[in-house]
């Protein structure tokens, strides 16, 4: 029986490149409405609210212009499933081997499944992931009530929550929970 392949998660494209073009259209948008009717459009003035509120929003739509076309051109796997273990990406670049990781499963938050993924608390304090308390446009997540777990969001990335389960049942049956 030939070894099972590794799995390799990327950034995908149809989902970055809609945000950054969706984003932009709303700027664009925006900009438009207030060339063709100047009476509604607010004064380029800090004292306005209206204006410091476009300013802010403009500000966020530039950012995820940016988010969606920086994944989009960044090519490199986030995720790695292997005979070696996991490697986590998303700008952190860790691998933890299959002996420190305790579980893995799938939760639902909301609509979409999350793979989670429990590891050894000294396993976890020395690879120092750096997950952010805020979580914005962050793939992985610290997990609630859970010291020494991580959760991968999927939304934004090729595969799915339930495929990267899939692999690490080909690599390590016993570490899934249910």
């Known amino acids: 029986m030939a070894a099972p392949k590794p799995v390799e998660v990327r950034y995908g494209l149809l989902h970055n490149i809609s945000m950054a073009a969706v984003s932009v259209g709303m700027i664009v948008f925006v900009i438009f409405r207030f060339v063709a009717d100047p009476a509604n459009a607010p004064t380029i003035s800090l004292d306005d609210t209206r204006f410091v509120m476009f300013a802010i929003l403009a500000l966020a739509m530039a950012y995820y212009v940016f988010i969606g076309l920086r994944r989009c051109l960044d090519r490199t796997p986030q995720l790695v499933i292997d005979h070696d273990g996991i490697m986590l990406g998303f700008g952190r670049n860790r691998r933890i081997p299959w002996s420190d990781i305790l579980w893995v499963g799938v939760r639902r938050l909301a609509i979409r499944p999350q793979l989670q993924i429990g ?9 120092d992931l750096k ?39 080909t690599f390590r049956p016993n570490l899934i929970k249910s």
């Open 131 to 169: 997950l952010s308390i805020w979580n914005l446009d962050d793939n992985l997540r610290s997990i609630r009530g859970a010291p020494a777990a991580v959760m991968v969001r999927d939304n934004g990335l090729d595969t799915s929550a339930s495929a990267m389960l899939d692999a690490v049942k």
């Open 119 to 127: 590891i050894a608390p000294e396993t976890f304090l020395a690879v």
